[in-house]
């Protein structure tokens, strides 16, 4: 696997879009197998709570102690949270593609919550490249991506089609 940025716990305060590496790679760079890491994203309670009571206002992403009686045992950050986080980490340099991560759509699941603590990092997949036939400037690229805590466990696999440019050419 390619070298990731190191693991800074700040990491998620301070990344902005011109953070993408120089050396991002077009749909000719690309090869099925290719792997990808993130940097982390450290998630508190209170981000769970700010991002649920914005976006997903249900018991057991705002209130510790009514999540206890819930199938998930406890406070879960919202799979929609998950998500986001996914992306910005991906958009940080996880998935250094030219012209951004462009979603073309996509299958997401959430095999178990994210909880207060967790530290997310996302590893990623090239599955499949195919260039467009009626637009040659570009190609879809399958990339499987798994979001995995600090022990490693699968918290969100997000399998996206994206469309990337093809590399320009000098005329």
Do not use: K
Not at 9 to 20: E, K, L, Q, R, Y
Not at 25 to 45: I, K, M, N, W
Not at 73 to 92: F, Q
Not at 104 to 111: D, L, R, T, V
């Amino acid at each position: 696997m390619p070298e990731s940025p190191p693991d800074r716990p700040d990491h998620h305060a301070d990344v902005t879009a011109h953070d993408a590496p120089a050396d991002s790679l077009y749909l000719d760079d690309l090869q099925v197998g290719q792997r990808f890491a993130s940097a982390t994203h450290p998630l508190d309670e209170a981000q769970i709570r700010q991002f649920a009571a914005q976006f997903d206002p249900q018991p057991f992403h705002l209130d510790a102690q009514a999540a206890q009686r819930t199938l998930f045992g406890g406070l879960a950050a919202s799979g929609w949270h998950t998500a986001a986080i996914t992306m910005r980490l991906l958009v940080g340099g996880g998935a250094p593609i030219a012209g951004g991560v462009v979603g073309a759509g996509g299958e997401i699941s959430w095999p178990r919550p994210t909880r207060p603590g967790d530290v997310l990092r996302v590893e990623s997949e090239v599955l499949d490249i195919t260039p467009s036939r009626s637009r040659p400037d570009r190609g879809m690229v399958t990339l499987r991506s798994e979001t995995r805590n600090q022990h490693g466990d699968v918290v969100q696999i997000l399998t996206a089609r994206l469309v990337v440019p093809r590399r320009p050419t000098d005329r």
